[in-house]
Each structure stands twice: as structure tokens, then as C-alpha cells.
Nanobody
Framework: QVHLVDSGGGSVQAGGSLRLSCETS?????????IGWFRQVPGKERERVAA????????FYSESVKGRFTLSQDTAKNTLYLQMDSLKPEDTAMYYC??????????????????WGQGTQVTVSS
């Protein structure tokens, strides 16, 4: 059974930073999995923000966060981190950690990730 526990959200002012954590039961450098972060605002589809593919063989960042958000992982703790810097009000959303099997997780959409954390809210004020 796959478990994901995400945390680290909060409220910050524009330009601030937060670090999200995703503790998972998956061996984080297992090449059979992708683990990543999605975000969602009410009325919109879940957006893939950043992801580690196949245990770290490739990293994905959406254009909207490239250069501001950084993935890192602690293999001893099976934890994936998302460092979010230079936050903007448009980054406000519920953020979800998710896991999916490689290579299916390379396809577009959120439904190719079959396992989800409970979500953590990020609010950025101007």
C-alpha cells in the first residue's frame, strides 16, 4: 500500500519562501515510480508543478515555476521536498504530493498519478 503525507504549507507574503515535504512509503529512488507535486485552485484542473521521474533519472518543472521551485530528496527518510522561492500570489493553491508508476506517469494529466497525499494549502499575499 502506498502512503503519502504532505506538509509544509502556510501563508507568506509575495517574495517569500516555503518548503513542502512529502513523506512516502515508496523507496524514493526506485526507478519504477514518479513522485511529484500538483496544485489546484477551485474551479480549475490539477496542475503538475514539479516531479521526479523514474527515481531521479529526470526532473520536471512547469514553466510557471521553473527557476523558482526546486526539488530535492532525502533517500534515508523517503521524503521529497519542494523548495518554493520568490513566491507569487498566483502560486496560491492547494498543493498535493502524488505518486505514479513509470512510464505511465509521463503522460499528461493528473490521473496518471494514482496515489495522493491529503494536500497542504499555500497562500501567497501581495
Amino acid at each position: 500500500q502506498v502512503h503519502l503525507v504532505d506538509s509544509g504549507g502556510g501563508s507568506v507574503q509575495a517574495g517569500g519562501s516555503l518548503r513542502l515535504s512529502c513523506e512516502t512509503s515508496i523507496v524514493i529512488d526506485d526507478g519504477r515510480w514518479c513522485i511529484g507535486w500538483f496544485r489546484q485552485v477551485p474551479g480549475k484542473e490539477r496542475e503538475r508543478v514539479a516531479a521526479v521521474y523514474a527515481g531521479g533519472s529526470d526532473l520536471f518543472y512547469s514553466e510557471s515555476v521553473k527557476g523558482r521551485f526546486t526539488l530535492s530528496q532525502d533517500t534515508a527518510k523517503n521524503t521529497l521536498y519542494l523548495q518554493m522561492d520568490s513566491l507569487k500570489p498566483e502560486d496560491t493553491a492547494m498543493y498535493y504530493c502524488a505518486a505514479g508508476q513509470f512510464p505511465r506517469c509521463l503522460r499528461k494529466g493528473a490521473d496518471v498519478f494514482g496515489y495522493w497525499g491529503q494536500g497542504t494549502q499555500v497562500t501567497v499575499s501581495s
